[in-house]
């Protein structure tokens, strides 16, 4: 009896560690495959509406770099491919826009900023180090619901190199 309660008690406790280790990884990859997403249960074709003052009022918008596509191998004749800087204010707001022939990448540097989607239900908060794939028929709109700046970096396909859209 003396040997056979410490192997059961070990047991109980291996069992234990390996359920909370289990747990853990789900609570994990449940809360990271969801951070700057729309929930699965979410994602509709009629989602959020124009809700946007419409302002770029608090919002910089400064072009990094910028190539013509016509002029490269590629040849994209129109279309530039630009990389842009992005810091958006607290309260401030990018406005209504879509993505039907701008596709664009947003990664999230610092600070936080909400996203209003024609393609998710709920609004969806992206955090630093997220990335947002904006393709054809998304149009949305996005605000900075935090107290700190959100800094962004922007990298699309555009026509007009004035567009300011994210």
Not at 5 to 30: I, K
Request: negative net charge.
């Amino acid at each position: 009896m003396v040997t056979t309660a410490p192997a059961n008690l070990a047991r109980f406790w291996l069992a234990l560690s390996v359920t909370g280790v289990l747990t853990a990884l789900v609570v994990f990859s449940a809360t990271a495959a969801s951070a700057g997403e729309c929930p699965a249960d979410k994602v509709t074709t009629d989602g959020q509406k124009n809700g946007s003052s419409g302002s770029h009022d608090g919002v910089s918008d400064d072009v990094l770099g910028m190539i013509d596509l016509s002029k490269e191998k590629v040849n994209v004749p129109g279309r530039l491919f630009r990389m842009r800087r992005l810091v958006v204010q607290p309260g401030a707001e990018v406005p209504w826009h879509e993505h039907s022939d701008r596709p664009a990448l947003i990664y999230v540097v610092s600070g936080s900023i909400t996203e209003y989607s024609s393609h998710c239900e709920v609004p969806i908060v992206h955090k630093a180090g997220d990335l947002s794939v904006e393709q054809g028929g998304l149009s949305h709109w996005w605000k900075n619901t935090s107290k700190e700046p959100a800094t962004l970096i922007s990298a699309d396909i555009a026509k007009d190199p004035k567009d300011k859209g994210m």
